[in-house]
């Protein structure tokens, strides 16, 4: 049995992402959509690449609240 590995959920402006580790993928919910990048040796320092970029690191309750605002609007 593996053991799983602890989401990463991040805010910028009007925008979250959740960095899933287990599943190999990058999430981002926005006003335009959903869209999302697979992890690979190009970005394998994702979280890195994120807080250069300005995304701050939010919990998953914050997470949660913010991509239900996002598509409640819709």
């Known amino acids: 049995m593996t053991k799983k590995i ?25 006003k335009n959509g959903h869209h999302y990048n697979l992890l690979g040796a190009v970005n394998d320092r994702i979280e890195a690449f994120l807080v250069r970029r300005g995304w701050n690191k939010i919990t998953s309750i914050t997470f949660a609240k913010l991509k239900g605002e996002l598509y409640e609007t819709k």
């Open 6 to 30: 602890k989401l990463m959920h991040y805010r910028l402006d009007d925008e979250v992402c959740v960095v899933d580790y287990n599943d190999l993928k990058v999430s981002y919910f926005g």
